[in-house]
């Protein structure tokens, strides 16, 4: 990263950090609740990043792994089991399974075959879901707050901000050190020309399912603490339209970038958030068909933003993250 990289991801983080503070001192908690939200499924974009955007690996079902890790948290709480320190395990190891088993399969295909093999998987776990009665099926079920042994009060709006904020950083690090690492090297490259890569000698396809594996492992935490925000699991978490939502965010944000997918993330909810009020505002009765102005939006950040927000901020070079 050089240096105009790491300030605006300096800035972003310390921003986020500000959310609370700023909150209390105007009177309007409901900026802390969304912006946790925010930082949730930007954790959710940077795991995609990391095998699209690095590794062009273009996975349709990537919101699988949010239902794996809120569901893990859904059904221990619905067991009684409300310990922080055993869900988030369980989901992560869960969602690292469901990762492993998925890319075992699906990285022996490519280009639109692998697209179509991932929204497969993820539709098959979302009428499991709704197959699951004894989990309330298509209507979800309750979520209770993970308990930490004191240690962390997650029903203290503040305390599961910061929590996010943590994990949050903690995702940033770990791709940043991967992606700068020889095995980042080794995904690069084959995304660049995986042939070539083989030729040398890398095992290309191990190499990939490490880093598919990895991305799903981080979406996962990322369930487990959407559970925690929502306090509800639901299938609609793993619907392909969620995959669609994060692979918006990646592009949006700025593809193969390390803050791209969090600035994609941050903008696309605040648009969902204030697009309708802004409409409703300008002409009455318009804010219910948002989305006919939200999708110009997108498709002209797509054809005309080269490099997403994250150009606006810095400069692309061949070695971004």
Same mark, same amino acid.
């Given at each position: ?20 503070? %700023? ?10 609740? +969304? ?96 197959? %699951? ?20 009060? %997650? ?22 050190? %991967?992606?700068?690492?020889?095995? !980042? ?52 978490? +793993? ?14 944000? !700025? ?41 110009? /939006?997108?498709?002209? /950040? ?20």
């Amino acid at each position: 990263m050089d240096r105009r990289q790491i300030l605006v991801a300096v800035i972003g983080l310390a921003l986020f950090a500000l959310v609370p503070p %700023l909150a209390g001192i105007f009177d309007q908690p409901f900026y802390v609740d +969304m912006f946790a939200r925010i930082m949730i499924f930007a954790i959710a974009a940077v795991s995609l990043d990391l095998i699209l955007g690095y590794g062009g690996m273009v996975s349709f079902g990537h919101a699988a792994y949010i239902g794996v890790g809120a569901y893990a948290v859904g059904i221990l709480s619905y067991y009684g089991i409300d310990n922080g320190f055993v869900q988030f395990p369980v989901a992560i190891a869960a969602a690292a399974l469901i990762a492993l088993v998925f890319g075992l399969m699906s990285l022996r295909t490519t280009g639109v075959y692998f697209i179509m093999i991932t929204l497969a998987f993820a539709q098959m776990l979302y009428f499991l879901g709704i197959s %699951l009665e004894e989990f309330g099926g298509d209507d979800g079920m309750p979520a209770y707050r993970s308990e930490f042994a004191g240690l962390i009060d %997650l029903t203290d709006a503040d305390q599961f901000y910061y929590l996010v904020f943590a994990f949050l950083v903690a995702a940033l690090v770990v791709t940043h050190r %991967l992606i700068h690492s020889r095995f !980042g090297a080794v995904v690069r490259g084959a995304k660049a020309n995986e042939r070539r890569m083989q030729a040398m000698g890398f095992p290309t396809y191990r190499y990939k399912l490490a880093a598919f594996t990895i991305a799903g492992t981080m979406c996962g935490i990322a369930g487990a603490l959407f559970a925690n925000w929502n306090e509800f699991v639901s299938p609609d978490a +793993m619907h392909w339209t969620r995959s669609g939502e994060i692979m918006i965010m990646v592009i949006m944000g !700025g593809m193969g970038t390390l803050i791209g997918p969090v600035l994609g993330a941050t903008g696309l909810l605040l648009l969902e958030e204030y697009l309708p009020e802004w409409m409703e505002a300008l002409i009455a009765g318009t804010g219910e068909h948002w989305m006919v102005v939200m999708g110009p /939006i997108l498709i002209a /950040i797509v054809l005309f933003g080269r490099g997403g927000i994250y150009a606006l901020f810095a400069r692309r070079g061949g070695d971004d993250g």
